[in-house]
């Protein structure tokens, strides 16, 4: 039975202005698996907010709720051994990278060597590192995914997935049938929730050529702009002033998670059946609810109507 968990990402702004004091909030609400996610990561080996291990473990432990995963951003340019520190300190066992910037077959070659020696290194810590994906993992490069070329370069003793379905579904596949396509690699779930009402196209890439041609790169790494704004606003990104359009549009493409159109229970049912996923992860990128607590208080309680699912550590 999968594990419900919620990435502070999802209280990003809230952990910006009261880092501790929204952890106590998301301990009172009963989210017991927590995902942390740090976007500064050159700099701050732990949850991104600069709080110590040991305050952040006191206060989860307050709630009995506990560090379960880790997205650590950029962390390419993270000090391995530092994260390692901070987060057996925790207890937490998983390390994800939550992103990445493909562009040739030897770049994404390079990157799998890197995820393999990075998670060889973990792995003799007693941990395990995992790669998240966004809907750019589906486009091609010599005729297969990014995402095939991952699975297919990097030992699944070193690497496992932590499939986000919202993305998945974005690139224009169904989460179900690759839930079953990447089986046990998966370790771990991201879940969102798409609209009824969203003026935002369900698929992000189209239905044309996604082979990536020459010059081109999709994702985000540490040379970003989006990597140095994080790095300077703790996660909490300010990019170009959208048009009210586009930032309706965005507001549009998500809703508190139970309350939309992904077919969630399935994705549960064949997690349980099919993958070796611990937790399934609740994750809100914006709502249009008055603050990010509201939102993951409505996730908490449109989620709980779902089976095969448990709220315990």
């Given at each position: 039975?999968?594990k419900?968990?919620?990435?502070?990402?999802?209280?990003?702004?809230?952990?910006?202005?009261n880092?501790?004091?929204?952890?106590?909030?998301?301990?009172?609400?009963?989210?017991?698996?927590?995902?942390t996610?740090?976007?500064?990561?050159?700099?701050?080996?732990?949850?991104?907010?600069?709080?110590?291990?040991?305050?952040?473990?006191?206060?989860?432990?307050?709630?009995?709720?506990?560090?379960?995963?880790?997205?650590?951003?950029?962390?390419?340019?993270?000090?391995?051994?530092?994260v390692?520190?901070?987060?057996?300190?925790?207890?937490?066992?998983?390390?994800?990278?939550?992103n990445?910037?493909?562009?040739?077959?030897?770049?994404?070659?390079?990157?799998?060597?890197?995820?393999?020696?990075?998670?060889?290194?973990?792995?003799?810590?007693?941990?395990?590192?995992?790669?998240?994906?966004?809907?750019?993992?589906?486009?091609?490069?010599?005729?297969?995914?990014?995402?095939?070329?991952?699975?297919?370069?990097?030992?699944?003793?070193?690497?496992?997935?932590?499939?986000?379905?919202?993305?998945t579904?974005?690139?224009?596949?169904?989460?179900?049938?690759?839930?079953?396509?990447?089986?046990?690699?998966?370790?771990?779930l991201?879940?969102?929730?798409?609209?009824?009402?969203?003026?935002?196209?369900?698929n992000t890439?189209?239905?044309?050529d996604?082979?990536?041609?020459?010059?081109?790169?999709?994702?985000?790494?540490?040379?970003?702009?989006?990597?140095?704004?994080a790095?300077?606003?703790?996660?909490?990104?300010?990019?170009?002033?959208?048009?009210?359009?586009?930032?309706?549009?965005?507001?549009?493409?998500f809703?508190?998670i139970?309350?939309?159109?992904?077919?969630?229970?399935?994705i549960?049912?064949?997690?349980?059946?099919?993958?070796?996923?611990?937790?399934?992860?609740?994750?809100?990128?914006?709502?249009?609810?008055?603050?990010?607590?509201?939102?993951?208080?409505?996730?908490?309680?449109?989620?709980?109507?779902?089976?095969?699912?448990?709220?315990?550590?």
């Amino acid at each position: 039975m999968i594990k419900v968990g919620l990435i502070l990402y999802s209280v990003r702004q809230a952990m910006k202005e009261n880092p501790l004091g929204t952890v106590d909030e998301v301990g009172k609400l009963g989210y017991k698996n927590i995902e942390t996610c740090s976007h500064n990561a050159g700099i701050d080996p732990g949850c991104g907010f600069g709080i110590p291990a040991e305050e952040l473990k006191a206060e989860f432990d307050k709630f009995g709720s506990k560090v379960v995963s880790a997205h650590v951003f950029p962390f390419e340019k993270a000090n391995l051994q530092d994260v390692i520190a901070y987060h057996k300190t925790l207890g937490n066992k998983n390390i994800v990278i939550p992103n990445g910037r493909f562009s040739t077959y030897d770049n994404l070659m390079a990157q799998c060597e890197f995820f393999n020696k990075s998670g060889k290194i973990l792995k003799e810590e007693g941990m395990t590192l995992l790669y998240h994906n966004h809907s750019h993992e589906f486009r091609k490069i010599n005729g297969k995914t990014i995402m095939d070329h991952i699975v297919e370069n990097t030992d699944p003793d070193n690497l496992s997935l932590e499939l986000d379905t919202y993305w998945t579904m974005r690139a224009g596949l169904d989460p179900v049938e690759m839930l079953k396509y990447f089986g046990k690699r998966i370790k771990l779930l991201h879940q969102k929730d798409f609209p009824f009402d969203s003026t935002a196209p369900i698929n992000t890439l189209g239905f044309g050529d996604l082979e990536i041609k020459d010059g081109e790169a999709f994702g985000t790494d540490g040379d970003s702009m989006y990597a140095r704004q994080a790095s300077q606003s703790q996660g909490v990104v300010t990019r170009t002033a959208p048009t009210r359009e586009e930032q309706m549009s965005r507001l549009s493409a998500f809703t508190e998670i139970g309350t939309g159109i992904m077919p969630i229970q399935k994705i549960i049912d064949t997690a349980n059946e099919y993958t070796n996923a611990e937790y399934i992860i609740l994750e809100q990128d914006a709502t249009r609810l008055p603050t990010e607590i509201d939102s993951i208080k409505v996730s908490m309680d449109a989620f709980k109507k779902f089976t095969g699912i448990s709220w315990d550590n």
